[in-house]
């Protein structure tokens, strides 16, 4: 049983989706979604714990050696990225009952469960496989879902959002599918350990600088990066609430994960820093888009996409971090990955309590919500102060780590760009605070209760790992450091 | 001992949680306690490093127990106990809040050992004291609350950022002395100086602390500059460069206070002149100038608190505060007026007041290290305290022409607070081993001598004929910058016109500026919209084409990139 963990971990919610049609009622099918993803969640806890004690875990699927067959491969990246996308869903899903029930017409909740599952499914899969094929397969599969459940959105804009990003999606996709032919093409392999191997015989090659461009490029539309963010906006605004938390808090960091496994260990850094300009590239479009996207989410009306807009400015400083190209900027993309999971996760959840009661999260609606919904708009201060990177809250310690490897780096004007993305956040933040707890009640609100508690408690965890992992990080820290070390040192 | 033993922060803050959830009586029982128990804590502490945490890989130490922090500590519980007998009345949860944890989060900073602890205390005091100011409740004091919070979040960001330099440059975070070399020390240096009030730097100050509650601006002007003065004395004692602006700090104030009606900010004027001399003793760095630096801050938190109590109890009870409008209280408020003088003489250094054993310290130390200069800046800067704070607050307050005002004297726990810093002006005036036995540095300091006391007996006669003098020709126009005796009247007038002349045109060219670079943020502002308004270029909704086109062209310029470099 121990022995196929890896598989299990994929194969769990995978199974779970189809099953979930045959059960009847909402509640039940709750459950059930609940007790899968919790699995998951189990099984991503004793991966991480043999992967500490023993090492690489690798795992042949059907018994088919690896060159022929696909390999499973966990290493503490994989084990770290599975037990952040595990747990962290699996918070989410507790509130799903309560926030579908007011957003979700009754018959679509059988759907909404059914395509959550596979989403998962898919990006587990995307993190667990050591085969670049095989994680296109999985990367279709969670990305055709969470266009599904995007689509599930109550506002018309909703379908549009969900057919623009299904297009640009697509358009991502086929670059990253075009990339790993290339790479097929010239190597005669799929699995990623043998990419590794045989990349640099034949790195001189147009065909792989080409094979690395595209695929390159095809991730970073997929996790947003400016200016290929247009489509995540809308996405985040339109979808039901618990939708925006999932995408917010784990979709992007699986695109990261492709990411830094391409760079570092299929390709290598010094293949990816040194002939190609990736450094360049990647802080110049980082820097970019702290700033714009941060200016941006000030002006947006609509709390989500305020949010969505601060979740482009975050993976930005993320793709600033891995540009760094060094132990502490590899350390703080891997913390930030986390960190950036807990406050966004907490914000989209409060979001949702907020759109439980009101049914909308336009900033109007929000004036004199401090009072009536004390605890709601708690877990936005706190989540929000998060961000900003205050000191005692997680946001700190990534924040801490970027700028030490900046000044490492003899970065200084970036140091000033980061703190200014911090004054940035300030100001956004402030918007929602200054309304929440400054202006008057709408007239119609004097009837708004807090969220319920099964909305609340969800949050709260979160809100309180944001405090706990922000006062000690030595759990995050530990593991962050080993896995940078791994990655830098080309070791799969 | 039968207390516990804690960081000199954590009774303020144990009591401010159990104020949370109290009411009536209880409150005040408990915010009585709150200093009382502070200094017995304080008083069972040892010195040295009593509390270290590793965090991430930082050695931090948030209590250092040292000669200098008790000094301070004793100081804050001392301030904090009369501003809270003095507050006692208000029945506002949120300004009790706010003192007792704005008092914590001085009491942190001054026992903090490492930069990062000073800097969380550092924020968590403008965090706190900034509702002091919007306890007000008016628009005005919203608007310059947030103009004084912008200001001290700088300063906490600058901190943080010279600390980032710091520890790169030296690789420890330990707050001890620090050259000013390098980046990392300047940046600090600039974060002690929003606070400290350093000219150009001071406007928070003056703007912030007439707008704040009339118990609150007793609280303000009590810690944030003091833990500033601190901070300095700690970290960068002997640098030249703050001789010399402390002087212009003692100097720029006066003028402004002059002409100034408000006269709670005729007090914030002359705080900052109290400032300049601290700042020029911790420059001077002698064992004396640094006695009487932190000396001087102690009686300032006396003197100026007491006035700013005075002014308090005058705003309390009749609702004014212009010079303007006062005027003839001295009648129905015989006690307050009595107690301002006591501050007025105090703040001017009359012998036998605590002032003068502290600023005589400070003006020694400038001698005996040959910077006569300075000297005679902070003689003509004392005259001018005693001319705006020891004659024109009580003269404008209580005498002066009668304004027809018939309030009584303030409620008791008003009266009570500044009698005790009245008696506490008095006793250290009058013995002042009292403080001298407190000091960083064993003196053997006299202020009592005949030099210093005919000199500043002199002074202090000469400014006052001054006053009288302008006064009884009726040539003393409140907008009228200068006192000095031996410039005649036409040199005055032609002095005058020349004044108003020249401030007129700075006062155009410097308004003219201003337009424009207003203007031209405006614009820049309005662009920045323009393009990141949700109907902006960059944040509309894009077709797909123009996706596609994007991904196409960093495909092209990724490509171009990596082809040149093959």
């Given at each position: 049983m121990i022995a196929q963990l890896p598989i299990l971990q994929v194969i769990v919610p995978l199974l779970a989706a189809p099953c979930c049609l045959l059960v009847g009622r909402s509640k039940l099918l709750w459950f059930f979604a609940l007790l899968a993803s919790a699995m998951t969640f189990v099984i991503s806890l004793v991966l991480l714990q043999q992967v500490q004690e023993s090492g690489t875990i690798h795992y042949s699927l059907g018994g088919w050696s690896a060159p022929f067959g696909i390999e499973y491969r966990i290493d503490l990246l994989n084990a770290y990225l599975l037990l952040i996308v595990s747990s962290i869903t699996s918070i989410i899903l507790l509130t799903a009952h309560a926030s579908i029930t007011a957003e979700l017409n009754e018959n679509k909740h059988k759907l909404f469960y059914v395509v959550f599952l596979l989403c998962l499914a898919g990006m587990l899969g995307i993190i667990a496989t050591g085969d670049a094929f095989n994680l296109f397969v999985f990367l279709e599969i969670s990305a055709l879902s969470s266009y599904t459940l995007i689509a599930l959105g109550q506002k018309r804009q909703a379908l549009t959002a969900a057919f623009r990003y299904l297009l640009v999606g697509t358009l991502g996709a086929s670059f990253i599918l075009i990339g790993i032919g290339l790479m097929y093409m010239v190597t005669g392999t799929l699995n990623m350990f043998d990419l590794s191997e045989r990349l640099p015989q034949v790195e001189e090659s147009r065909t792989v600088v080409t094979a690395f461009s595209f695929l390159i490029l095809g991730v970073c539309?997929?996790?947003?990066?400016?200016?290929?963010?247009?489509?995540?906006?809308?996405?985040?605004?339109?979808?039901?609430?618990?939708?925006?938390?999932?995408?917010?808090?784990?979709?992007?960091?699986?695109?990261?994960?492709?990411?830094?496994?391409?760079?570092?260990?299929?390709?290598?850094?010094?293949?990816?820093?040194?002939?190609?300009?990736?450094?360049?590239?990647?802080?110049?479009?980082?820097?970019?888009?702290?700033?714009?996207?941060?200016?941006?989410?000030?002006?947006?009306?609509?709390?989500?996409?305020?949010?969505?807009?601060?979740?482009?400015?975050?993976?930005?400083?993320?793709?600033?971090?891995?540009?760094?190209?060094?132990?502490n900027g590899l350390i703080a993309t891997l913390l930030h990955l986390f960190n950036h999971a807990l406050m966004k996760g907490a914000l989209f959840l409060a979001l949702a309590g907020v759109m439980y009661r009101l049914g909308s999260v336009e900033l109007t609606q929000f004036a004199g919500l401090g009072k009536r919904m004390p605890w709601t708009m708690a877990a936005i201060v706190i989540g929000g102060l998060s961000l900003i990177g205050l000191p005692l809250t997680v946001g700190f310690i990534s924040k801490w780590y970027l700028l030490r490897a900046a000044l490492e780096n003899g970065w200084w004007p970036l140091a000033i760009f980061i703190l200014l993305g911090s004054l940035l956040a300030v100001v956004y933040v402030w918007r929602i605070v200054e309304t929440a707890y400054f202006s008057p009640a709408k007239a119609g609100h004097n009837q708004i209760k807090e969220a319920p508690l099964r909305l609340l408690l969800p949050t709260w965890i979160l809100v309180l790992a944001n405090l706990y992992f922000g006062c000690d990080a030595s759990f995050t820290i530990a593991v962050t450091e080993l896995t940078a070390q791994a990655l830098l040192g080309g070791a799969p | 001992m039968w207390l516990p033993e804690l960081p000199p922060f954590m009774p303020f803050m144990i009591i401010a949680l159990f104020v949370f959830f109290s009411r009536g009586p209880l409150v005040t029982v408990l915010m009585l306690a709150a200093p009382l128990w502070g200094a017995?804590?304080?008083?069972?502490?040892?010195?040295?490093?009593?509390?270290?945490?590793?965090?991430?890989?930082?050695?931090?130490?948030?209590?250092?127990?040292?000669?200098?922090?008790?000094?301070?500590?004793?100081?804050?519980?001392?301030?904090?106990?009369?501003?809270?007998?003095?507050?006692?009345?208000?029945?506002?949860?949120?300004?009790?809040?706010?003192?007792?944890?704005?008092?914590?989060?001085?009491?942190?900073?001054?026992?903090?050992?490492?930069?990062?602890?000073?800097?969380?205390?550092?924020?968590?005091?403008?965090?706190?004291?900034?509702?002091?100011?919007?306890?007000?409740?008016?628009?005005?004091?919203?608007?310059?609350?947030?103009?004084?919070?912008?200001?001290?979040?700088?300063?906490?960001?600058?901190?943080?950022?010279?600390?980032?330099?710091?520890?790169?440059?030296?690789?420890?975070?330990?707050?001890?002395?620090?050259?000013?070399?390098?980046?990392?020390?300047?940046?600090?240096?600039?974060?002690?100086?929003?606070?400290?009030?350093?000219?150009?730097?001071?406007?928070?100050?003056?703007?912030?602390?007439?707008?704040?509650?009339?118990?609150?601006?007793?609280?303000?002007?009590?810690?944030?500059?003091?833990?500033?003065?601190?901070?300095?004395?700690?970290?960068?004692?002997?640098?030249?460069?703050?001789?010399?602006?402390?002087?212009?700090?003692?100097?720029?104030?006066?003028?402004?206070?002059?002409i100034e009606n408000d006269l709670r900010q005729v007090l914030a004027y002359s705080l900052i002149n109290q400032l300049g001399f601290m700042v020029v003793g911790i420059g001077i760095g002698t064992e004396l100038a640094l006695n009487g630096a932190v000396a001087h801050a102690f009686n300032d938190v006396l003197f100026k608190g007491l006035l700013f109590m005075s002014m308090g109890a005058v705003l309390q009870m009749t609702g004014r505060i212009n010079g303007s409008e006062l005027g003839g209280l001295y009648k129905t408020m015989p006690k307050t007026t009595l107690l301002c003088l006591v501050g007025a003489a105090s703040i001017s250094a009359f012998p036998l007041f605590n002032g003068f054993v502290s600023k005589s310290m400070v003006m020694t130390a400038a001698l005996n290290q040959g910077h006569e200069w300075i000297w005679l800046a902070l003689l003509f800067a004392s005259a001018g305290v005693f001319h705006h704070a020891g004659i024109?607050?009580?003269?404008?307050?209580?005498?002066?022409?009668?304004?027809?005002?018939?309030?009584?004297?303030?409620?008791?726990?008003?009266?009570?607070?500044?009698?005790?810093?009245?008696?506490?002006?008095?006793?250290?005036?009058?013995?002042?081993?009292?403080?001298?036995?407190?000091?960083?540095?064993?003196?053997?300091?006299?202020?009592?001598?005949?030099?210093?006391?005919?000199?500043?007996?002199?002074?202090?006669?000469?400014?006052?004929?001054?006053?009288?003098?302008?006064?009884?020709?009726?040539?003393?126009?409140?907008?009228?910058?200068?006192?000095?005796?031996?410039?005649?009247?036409?040199?005055?007038?032609?002095?005058?016109?020349?004044?108003?002349?020249?401030?007129?045109?700075?006062?155009?060219?410097?308004?003219?500026?201003?337009?424009?670079?207003?203007?031209?943020?405006?614009?820049?502002?309005?662009?920045?919209?323009?393009?990141?308004?949700?109907?902006?270029?960059?944040?509309?909704?894009?077709?797909?084409?123009?996706?596609?086109?994007?991904?196409?062209?960093?495909?092209?310029?990724?490509?171009?990139?990596?082809?040149?470099?093959?």
């Open positions: 539309l997929k996790l947003a990066l400016f200016p290929l963010h247009w489509w995540l906006p809308n996405a985040y605004a339109y979808a039901p609430s618990v939708v925006s938390a999932l995408l917010a808090a784990t979709a992007t960091k699986v695109a990261i994960y492709i990411l830094l496994r391409f760079i570092f260990t299929v390709f290598g850094g010094e293949f990816s820093f040194t002939t190609l300009p990736l450094q360049e590239i990647l802080s110049v479009l980082g820097i970019a888009g702290v700033l714009t996207a941060s200016v941006m989410a000030i002006y947006q009306q609509n709390v989500k996409q305020l949010f969505a807009y601060s979740s482009v400015a975050q993976i930005a400083y993320m793709m600033l971090a891995l540009a760094m190209n060094s132990t | 017995l804590n304080l008083w069972q502490l040892e010195q040295g490093l009593l509390w270290q945490v590793t965090l991430v890989d930082l050695q931090l130490m948030p209590l250092r127990v040292d000669k200098l922090s008790t000094f301070f500590g004793y100081l804050f519980h001392l301030a904090s106990f009369f501003c809270i007998v003095y507050a006692l009345h208000v029945r506002d949860k949120v300004q009790q809040l706010a003192c007792l944890l704005y008092t914590a989060a001085a009491l942190g900073a001054v026992f903090s050992g490492d930069l990062l602890s000073l800097f969380i205390f550092w924020e968590m005091m403008a965090l706190s004291s900034v509702f002091l100011i919007w306890a007000r409740r008016s628009a005005d004091s919203y608007a310059s609350g947030l103009r004084y919070l912008a200001y001290q979040v700088i300063s906490g960001l600058l901190l943080l950022l010279g600390t980032l330099f710091y520890w790169q440059e030296h690789g420890s975070l330990a707050f001890t002395y620090m050259s000013l070399q390098g980046t990392g020390a300047w940046l600090i240096f600039f974060a002690f100086g929003i606070k400290c009030a350093f000219p150009m730097l001071h406007t928070w100050l003056t703007d912030g602390y007439p707008n704040a509650t009339a118990s609150g601006t007793v609280f303000l002007s009590a810690f944030t500059t003091k833990v500033a003065v601190y901070g300095l004395a700690r970290g960068f004692p002997g640098s030249e460069i703050l001789i010399y602006i402390g002087a212009v700090m003692t100097c720029f104030p006066i003028f402004y206070a002059v024109k607050i009580p003269y404008f307050a209580f005498f002066a022409h009668d304004s027809g005002i018939r309030s009584q004297d303030p409620p008791n726990n008003m009266l009570l607070a500044m009698v005790i810093a009245a008696t506490l002006c008095l006793a250290i005036g009058i013995y002042p081993n009292l403080l001298y036995q407190l000091l960083p540095f064993t003196s053997a300091y006299q202020p009592y001598d005949v030099s210093h006391v005919l000199a500043q007996t002199q002074l202090l006669c000469f400014a006052a004929l001054a006053f009288l003098w302008l006064n009884l020709k009726g040539l003393y126009p409140p907008e009228l910058p200068s006192v000095n005796l031996d410039v005649d009247w036409f040199y005055r007038r032609l002095l005058a016109n020349v004044w108003s002349k020249l401030s007129n045109i700075i006062w155009q060219t410097d308004q003219h500026i201003r337009q424009v670079f207003l203007a031209k943020l405006k614009q820049l502002l309005a662009l920045v919209a323009k393009y990141h308004r949700p109907s902006g270029i960059l944040a509309r909704a894009q077709t797909v084409g123009n996706m596609a086109l994007w991904i196409a062209i960093l495909l092209a310029c990724s490509l171009g990139l990596s082809f040149i470099g093959l």
